[in-house]
């Protein structure tokens, strides 16, 4: 008797569909998976993540109400034929450029701090399309760490940029900021603020994964310009 054999996941029905658990669509439906078409565009993503597979790679795609990305997390086989595209990566800001002049005012209250550590933020006001800054009340502060308070936000506000000095010390990420800086957001440290060019690192945070970010003021340096 001749046998066949179908590798559907059922007629009319979509993968997560076919799961069996609920658990396991709801995560799908959280976080979904693609494809990178050959010839069409990738549809649009209104808000929220989802994974991208290309043709180059596995890529994370974010998309909120200030932050428009697409980024590598992942590599594939060079020469495994995938029929997919490829995926070029892109990092947009709803607000632009960060404001030089409001992270020299977060510079000029970090100094006024010294020796300790001072913390704040950057909010993105979905209204206005700009960001205003607030420099978070220090709970436990000291020369290597700073414990703070956060207001409550208002409506239609975000946490788009949190920012944190590093006293005397150099601007680098230790091992408690890879821990601390979750969610999504852009991370910024200043260091050397006893000096005219204080030292600067800033960095993308995608729910764990971190990509570098020029230097606001020199894209080639990590010291200000």
């Not at 066949?4 to 709801?26: H, K, L, N, Y």
């Not at 697409?70 to 709803?94: C, K, S």
């Not at 100094?111 to 399309?129: K, M, N, Q």
Request: net charge neutral.
């Amino acid at each position: 008797a001749r046998r066949s054999r179908s590798c559907s996941t059922g007629e009319g029905r979509t993968v997560a569909e076919a799961m069996a658990d609920p658990r396991d669509v709801a995560l799908q439906q959280a976080c979904p998976c693609v494809s990178m078409p050959m010839f069409g565009p990738l549809p649009t993503l209104a808000c929220g993540q989802r994974m991208v597979l290309g043709r180059n790679g596995v890529f994370l795609q974010m998309r909120t109400p200030w932050l428009d990305c697409i980024t590598r997390v992942g590599q594939l086989a060079e020469r495994l034929p995938l029929p997919y595209g490829l995926v070029h990566e892109r990092i947009a800001f709803d607000f632009g450029a960060i404001p030089i002049r409001l992270l020299e005012r977060f510079i000029e209250r970090a100094r006024e701090a010294l020796p300790h550590e001072v913390a704040g933020a950057l909010i993105y006001d979905e209204r206005l399309r700009s960001l205003s800054l607030r420099v978070h009340a220090g709970l436990d502060v000291g020369r290597g760490h700073v414990h703070y308070r956060i207001d409550d936000l208002r409506e239609g506000e975000v946490l788009a940029v949190d920012l944190h000095s590093h006293g005397l010390h150099g601007a680098f990420w230790s091992a408690k900021d890879d821990r601390d800086d979750n969610g999504v957001r852009v991370c910024g440290v200043f260091g050397n603020l006893d000096r005219a060019r204080p030292t600067a690192r800033f960095r993308l945070v995608l729910n764990g994964h971190f990509v570098n970010l020029p230097n606001p003021w020199n894209s080639e340096g990590s010291e200000l310009a």
